[in-house]
Nanobody, 121 residues
Framework: QVQLVESGGGLVQAGGSLRLSCAAS????????MGWFRQAPGKEREFVAV??????STYPDSVKGRFTISRDNAKNTYLQMNSLKPEDTAVYYC????????????????WGQGTQVTVSS
């Protein structure tokens, strides 16, 4: 059982930066991979980043070089977002999953409530 609490969303101008946080708790959390997904209105949930318990990370081309995922003592997970674009506007969700890190939502068992990120032109 893992509990996730997200924060850090907000409104930012294009080209700006924002950092999302995900506070996790629960037994065995350190062995979980942590991921970030986003969902814009009318679109399906999209993979953003994942980090394993050992620190390895993966990003899709859409955010590579702009976003960075990190873990703080395997407790808190962060998503640093730089050079934000209007296309990044979405509700961002953090998720925890057992096993190897993956890019598909079905690989994660626990989800946060989501935090809104809006990037203006």
């Amino acid at each position: 059982q893992v509990q996730l609490v997200e924060s850090g969303g907000g409104l930012v101008q294009a080209g700006g930066s924002l950092r999302l946080s995900c506070a996790a708790s629960g037994r065995g959390f350190s062995a979980y991979n942590m991921g970030w997904f986003r969902q814009a209105p009318g679109k399906e949930r999209e993979f953003v980043a994942v980090i394993s318990w050992s620190g390895g990370s993966t990003y899709p081309d859409s955010v590579k070089g702009r976003f960075t995922i990190s873990r703080d003592n395997a407790k808190n997970t962060y998503l640093q977002m730089n050079s934000l674009k209007p296309e990044d506007t979405a509700v961002y969700y953090c998720a925890a999953g057992r096993g190897s890190g993956g890019i598909y939502p079905q690989g994660y068992q626990y989800w946060g409530q989501g935090t809104q990120v809006t990037v203006s032109s």
